[in-house]
């Protein structure tokens, strides 16, 4: 019998953007089962509640692929990894920049528990400039994302920030 290919899939998807929906759908030639797992830091402030972010992932992939599962932690990576039987950590690299910042993550992950390897996929080129941060940053100030991510997350992005912006009135 083989052994069934688990990848954690790991990261804020605040919120999930198409950067991150290419970086699933290769993940899933190369393995059996994803798990996207919204990791997360109660002391920092996030635009979506974990819950909604776990929701917009299911709604947008998790819900026709079987093969993504969607779960979420503020522990430490090595040790969810561990626990659910996988020994593989997926993640995505953008610009230079991104390399230095992963290059650090994953060395210290690999220190943490030897076990655990981390398997990189270069961006789409469309997702090149794709992050969460700028989709916020476009967004709050009334920009178009329409196409960086799902329709769906672009209505939530605009009925975010039109509540924000109701209360600042
Ligand atoms: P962001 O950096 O957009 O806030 P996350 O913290 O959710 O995203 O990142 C989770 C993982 O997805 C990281 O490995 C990150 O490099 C990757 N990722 C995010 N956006 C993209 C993209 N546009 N193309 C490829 N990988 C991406």
Request: net charge positive.
């Amino acid at each position: 019998m083989t052994m069934k290919k688990i990848a954690v899939y790991p990261g804020s998807f605040d919120p999930i953007t198409n950067g991150h929906i290419d970086i699933i759908t290769r993940g899933l030639r190369m393995f059996d089962e994803l798990i996207c797992l919204v990791a997360y830091n109660p002391n920092k402030t996030s635009l979506f509640t974990v819950e909604e972010r776990m929701e917009l992932i299911r709604a947008v992939v998790a819900k026709d692929c079987p093969q993504v599962k969607i779960d979420c932690s503020s522990g430490l990576l090595v040790d969810y990894v561990h626990k659910i039987g996988a020994n593989c950590v997926l993640r995505g690299l953008r610009a230079l920049s991104d390399f230095e910042y992963e290059f650090q993550l994953a060395l210290m992950n690999r220190r943490l528990n030897r076990e655990i390897e981390t398997v990189f996929l270069m961006t789409g080129y469309q997702w090149f400039y794709t992050s969460s941060n700028l989709i916020k940053e476009a967004a709050s100030l009334g920009g178009s994302v329409q196409g960086l991510v799902p329709d769906l997350v672009n209505e939530r992005l605009i009925e975010k920030f039109k509540k924000v912006q109701g209360k600042n009135l």
